[in-house]
């Protein structure tokens, strides 16, 4: 316990070096450094040599959304024994909060009475296969955990806390286990406590810019708290009643915005599928007739994190805007609003609402 309290201490007077929780979703270009500490205690039979704090650290870039490539470097010092970790990985972004991984890693132990496993030293070439999992708590806090196999009887895992300091720092405290061959017969493991930060740096957004609602002019707001029901007037004006909707339907319809209709998105995506291309038939033809001003307002479900969902919701609301464009829609005409996740759950929150302000 001493040793835990000493460690984190260490990790939280230590903004300089960094070992973060593993990263799950990647920019382009975007690199991450990190270098830290853990207090590895090594087993093999009936040997024990007592834990010693080890460096570790590494680097990862962003080659694209859904790809990183890695370098890790993990030491393996105890009381009496010595070795070293050295991992390349290929990382694949499933969703914000899962990757997958395959590389390499050769695991180096040295020092070892011949009493442990029959030999002194020993150097495993693995291959291996892992996964990364994060699940946010709120905005700043999430926890993660980590696990791979490999050839050589090889088993890593890893759990955490994380902690956003800022978009590009984070805070960690965890705790790291490795097993892997020592012979024919025995195993060697290694365990204990980690913690540090990790700095991130560059990268291209491709998922677009978060826009703000600054168009005061419009009249569109959302409201803080809305009614059980809200009403609409009619598109088709004459003498057409106005129509109830409930309040939880993808309608908001102030003074003079006018709802026309929703596309909708598979989840964590933002591609805009061919049935609703069709479905905005009707909005392009009234835009390229009119000229009038639309609002197109994003929405995401609640999965992600705060930011990602701003980040997704943007995303769709390009992807309407870039299709309408494509079909002579006045691009200047088309003002974009991200409300991200708020309010919203399941599948009909991802999506974008088209008004027609007029």
Known sequence: ????????????SVTG?????????????????????????????SYKSDGEWNFLGGVTYGINEKWAAQYQYTGLHTDHTDGNMNEINALYSFHPQVAGYVGWNRIYMKDFPKSAFGSDNQ????????????????????????????TEDTSIWEAGVNLALDKNVDLNAGYHYMNTRGNSENNVSYKGFIAGVSYRFGGKDHRGEV????EKDLDYEAQAEEPSVVTISSNEGGNAAPIEVPADEPVKAPENDYYMNSVHFDSDSAALSDSQKANLKDFIAKAK?????????????????ADYNKELAARRIESVKAYAVSQGVDG????????????????????VDVFEHK
Do not use: C
Request: charged share 20%; proline share 5%; net charge neutral.
């Open 211 to 214: 826009f703000e609602d600054t």
């Open 17 to 45: 070096v960094a070992f973060a929780s593993p990263q799950t979703s990647f920019k382009e270009g975007q690199t991450e450094i990190n270098v830290g500490m853990w207090d590895a205690e090594a087993h093999s039979n």
């Open 332 to 351: 200047s005409k088309l003002i974009p609003m991200v409300k991200g996740a708020e309010g919203a759950t399941g599948p009909e929150s991802r999506r």
């Open 289 to 305: 007739e009119t000229g009038h001003t639309f609002k197109l307002v994003g929405r995401a479900d609640p999965t992600g994190s």
């Open 123 to 150: 150097t495993n070439n693995i291959a291996q296969i892992g996964v990364i999992a994060r699940q946010p708590i709120n905005d700043v806090v999430d926890v993660y955990a980590r696990g791979a196999l490999g």
């Open 1 to 12: 316990m001493k040793k835990t309290l000493i460690m984190l201490a260490l990790a939280a």
